[in-house]
């Protein structure tokens, strides 16, 4: 299951970006799983990583080498996350970093690696290992696609943005990304990879990833759990010849933010047996945090997920999940409830205009936007969310077996 329709857009090439896919056999023998970035000499590399404190032994490597050196490539496997493997992790993590740099004549701290896939197991090295020189052998621009499915784990479809922007002097901006279960990253997304040709400082460059995460990759979730792995990585070339200073940062944060959208936008579509695609809109908040409060307790409740699987205009839960938000003072007679278009609560009650059937009329379709007028303040967030189906539950019962 999964809504919209999942076409995967074009995926503009990175001069001085490469990717090259192949299959390793890591879990599942003939599916591409490996994945190996190349970035040019010049470029400038930011990254956010998992608050988990239980992070996967690559985001200790990863962490570590990008804080040392600038890198020269990325690894990423599926199929294994190498998280709650210990000393062994640890060993396995810097062996694939050992390995991938004798392959490609470089150093060690210069690869950082990436894991994605069932907890608690072993990384097997031997078909890590060997699955490296035909990934490497297939390093090209044009390789995104390949490596948008060679990245992904319970995931139905591949997952990428692209855009290009300005008129004499052109900044292309592509990324992939995969997610699909375990989702509220609150920093990152499961995986994510984005590069721009556009010559971007570190210190630009972090602060663009963080505005751009924060609207995108830091509003969705899927089941309120936050993955041991996430990692997203940003990447500058510089290869277009085009320069951001301060004067054009606003821009292009503005077109990095919309790539960022539609990846995060893309994992929610894609939600591990999603039938429903949620936005979750606060208004008149009289901060952020408490906007997101309220956003995330609808998004997150299960009560309120399952009548959205069952298309059933529960609103009662809606109300009884704002409630428990922990807004300080609430004045519930001056929220407003819509779904979509219609009026369904305000003065603490049902609204006098609203009738059931244009409630299950409002339930129907396969987007639904559930917003909540507070009216004490002059704050909007929005949160990105699913239904929470059967399917859901069989692919979380049996993802082991």
Known sequence: MATGNGTLPTLHPIAGFKLGTASAGIKTPGRKDLVVMEIVKGSTVAGLFTQNAFCAAPVAVAKQHLANVSPKYLLVNTGNANAGTGEQGMTDALQSCDALAAATSSNKEQVLPFSTGVIGEPLPMDRLIGGMPAAVAALSENGWADAAEGILTTDTRAKGASLQYGTDSKITITGIAKGSGMIKPNMATMLGYVATDAAVDAELLHRALRLANEKSFNRITVDSDTSTN???????????????????????????????????????RDGEGAGKFVSVVIEGAVDTDEALAVAYTIAESPLVKTALAASDPNWGRILAAIGRAG???????????????????????????????????????????IRVSLNRGQIQETVWTTDLTYEYVRINAEYRT
């Open 230 to 268: 996430d990692a997203v990585i940003l990447v500058a070339t510089g290869s277009s010849g085009v320069t951001i200073d301060e004067e054009s940062f606003d821009q292009f944060v503005s077109q990095l933010k919309t790539v960022f959208i539609d990846l995060a936008q893309a994992i929610i």
């Open 327 to 369: 807004v300080t003072n609430l004045d519930v007679n001056a929220v407003q409830v819509h779904l979509n278009s219609v009026l369904i609560a305000e003065n603490g009650a049902r609204a006098s205009s609203y009738t059931e059937e244009a409630g299950q009329a409002a339930m129907q379709p396969e987007e639904i936007e």
